[in-house]
Each structure stands twice: as structure tokens, then as C-alpha cells.
């Protein structure tokens, strides 16, 4: 009797690492199939910038004014939050 219930516990515990696998698996899957078109959608945004760029060269004189103006906006954001903070 003693040699069925170990038995039986054996095969439980399999069972439930199986199940486990499975779950884990299917997850896994899921998340891959998300990062796969979030990639494809990152590089074909990266190409659209790429060919605006290239049609347009004069949009390159234009990345110190916005990098002034993103700096600007953080820095604003940084003093309100401070006094919201205090």
C-alpha cells in the first residue's frame, strides 16, 4: 500500500511539471510572437526615418533645434514635478 501512494505521488508531481511546462511554453510563445512584430514595426519605422531623411537632407539642421527643445521641455517637467514633490 505504502509503495502505491509514493507511486501515485510520483506520477502527481510528473503530471504537474508537465502541466507547468505547457503553461510555460504557451507563455513563452506568446511573448515571442509580441517582440517579433514589435521588432518588425521598429524596423519599418527605422526605414521610413531612414528614407525621410535621405529625401530630405536639409532635416538634419534641425536635430540641435530639437534637441534644445526636448532638453527644454525635461527640464520644466523636472522643476514642476520637484515643486509638486515638496
Given amino acids: 500500500m505504502h509503495r502505491k501512494i509514493i507511486h501515485f ?8 511539471l508537465t ?7 504557451f507563455l513563452s510563445s506568446i511573448v515571442g ?3 517579433g512584430v514589435l521588432s518588425a514595426l521598429f524596423l519599418k519605422s527605422l526605414k ?4 525621410l531623411r535621405e ?3 536639409w ?5 540641435p533645434v530639437a534637441g534644445a527643445t526636448v532638453s527644454f521641455c525635461i527640464v ?3 522643476k514642476i514635478l520637484q515643486r509638486e514633490i515638496t
Fill in 59 to 63: 532635416l538634419l539642421f534641425l536635430l
Fill in 9 to 16: 505521488i510520483k506520477r502527481l508531481d510528473h503530471f504537474i
Fill in 76 to 78: 520644466n517637467t523636472v
Fill in 48 to 51: 521610413y526615418a531612414t528614407d
Fill in 33 to 35: 510572437v509580441i517582440m
Fill in 19 to 25: 502541466i507547468s511546462l505547457i503553461k510555460w511554453l
Fill in 55 to 57: 529625401a530630405n537632407a
